[in-house]
């Protein structure tokens, strides 16, 4: 097993456009979450997933923020109508048992 | 307010024990973790302790628990150059981070 995986690595996009990163897990792990990390700040919790469900979502995802995990492995999060202060890290982890595995993370740059 | 609080920087003196402090507000976390993060790297699970322990001990890394207090704290002993990050104490089910505290090393 490799971990978790997720791409891209970096994304630079213009204001306004919409992005769509993936995340795959550890493959036995049923909860997968996603983080966002900005310069100097600890990661924030944005919403995870237990098998295909999503059960708690931060009330820092707007609604241009949404998160998929349609059969339960992968998961895709989009932004929509991206602005400049979405610009971050944004970092996926999956768990079983407490154990955390965080992937690399995609560098997202809004211009 | 922040769930997980943190003093933001330490400087030590290679050789030194260095000592991270952190404060949490979930007193149902199941676990509670030490992540290490490098300049342009992804985060590390250093340690983590089961709430119903004390104490934990790694080789150099020792974790405190009080549960009372909800202090959590990482203690590195001999602390190397190569300790210089950022170290994250996470808590609960979903995993909320403090903002991170700046381990410096000084030669």
């Known amino acids: 097993d490799t971990g978790v995986s997720q791409n891209p690595r970096h994304k630079i996009t213009k204001r306004g456009q919409n992005v769509t990163f993936r995340c795959d897990p550890i493959?036995?792990?049923?909860?997968l979450y996603w983080y966002r990390q900005t310069l100097g700040q600890g990661p924030e919790f944005l919403t995870y997933f237990q098998n295909e469900a999503q059960l708690e979502k931060s009330r820092l995802l707007s609604d241009r923020f949404s998160a998929e995990r349609p059969k339960g492995s992968f998961s895709t999060l989009e932004i929509q109508r991206t602005e400049q202060g979405d610009s971050a890290m944004y970092l996926c982890?999956?768990?079983?048992?407490?154990?955390?595995?965080f992937g690399s993370g995609t560098r997202l740059t809004v211009v | 307010g922040e769930d997980v609080e943190q003093s933001l920087f330490l400087s030590v003196r290679e050789g030194d024990s260095s000592v991270i402090n952190c404060t949490y507000t979930?007193?149902?976390?199941?676990?509670l973790y030490w992540y290490k993060q490098e300049p342009g790297a992804g985060l590390q699970l250093l340690t983590y302790i089961f709430s119903n322990m004390d104490m934990k001990q790694d080789q150099r890394l020792t974790v405190l628990l009080n549960k009372k207090d909800k202090h959590l704290s990482l203690r590195i002993a001999d602390t190397q150059t190569g300790d210089s990050a950022i170290y994250f104490c996470a808590e609960g089910g979903d995993m909320r981070f403090g903002a991170g505290t700046r381990l410096t090393v000084k030669p």
């Open positions: 979930d007193s149902s976390s199941t676990y």
């Open positions: 982890a999956s768990s079983s048992e407490g154990r955390y595995t």
């Open positions: 493959s036995e792990h049923n909860r």
